[in-house]
């Protein structure tokens, strides 16, 4: 099983901490993003979007780093990750959502500005993280975990870029429910960490 990976990613980091996590191993082919061999064959023939990450497992090639999450935790992982119920299912998709939504427009977006110069409104995304993390917070108030009261898939896809948001100026000094739960997924057994993480106190 094949891993097409980028270093800083946080997309793809989400994949590397879940296997991680479940103990999943993967084969890592980093691909050449500065030098655009993501869109270049072979690997525009594996993901025509020409984005990272890309998952292969035999016969099944998968985008997109949620989807990736769920084929991972279905396949492998069990129902400790990814549950049975439709209820708790959905539950834990909300968050898959989230992290393709607002967490993917505010703090990952602030970062791809600052970090890497992409043109994208450093405004608007503060913005969108500044509406973001309270409702987060407030929901971590009240559990330890985003789903179903223990680690899933949610907080691998959420956790990323929330973390990292401090290269791109959205810090987490005021939101102490969150940093409790990310010192809560760092103690996990088989937890690993990327350049950047470890530093999110801004």
């Given amino acids: 099983m094949r891993l097409y990976d980028l270093e800083l990613s946080g997309n793809c980091y989400k994949v590397r901490l879940f296997a991680a996590l479940a103990g999943i191993e993967l084969q890592r ?16 023939d594996l993901n025509p979007w020409g984005q990272v ?20 935790a279905r396949q ?18 909300q968050w ?9 427009s505010g703090p990952n977006a602030a970062r791809l500005i600052d970090k890497f110069g992409v043109p994208l409104n450093k405004e608007r995304a503060l913005e969108i993280s500044a509406q973001l993390l309270p409702l987060i917070e407030q929901h971590l108030n009240k ?4 789903a179903l009261g223990r680690p899933t898939i949610a907080d691998c896809a959420v956790y990323p870029y929330i973390a990292l ?12 429910a969150i940093q409790a739960w990310i010192e809560r997924l760092m103690a996990l057994p ?13």
């Fill in 165 to 176: 948001g401090w290269e791109g100026g959205v810090t987490l000094e005021q939101y102490p």
């Fill in 190 to 202: 088989g937890y690993m960490g990327m350049p950047g993480v470890d530093h999110y106190h801004g």
């Fill in 96 to 104: 898959l959502s989230t992290a393709a939504g607002e967490v993917h």
């Fill in 53 to 72: 990450p890309v998952l292969t497992d035999g016969e099944v090639v998968l985008r997109d780093s949620q989807a990736i999450l769920l084929y991972l």
């Fill in 143 to 146: 559990q330890s975990w985003l």
């Fill in 29 to 44: 082919v980093l691909v050449d993003v500065p030098s655009g061999a993501h869109k270049q064959p072979p690997f525009i």
């Fill in 76 to 93: 492998y992982g069990g129902n400790q990750w990814w549950p049975d119920g439709a209820a708790q299912q959905a539950e834990v998709m």
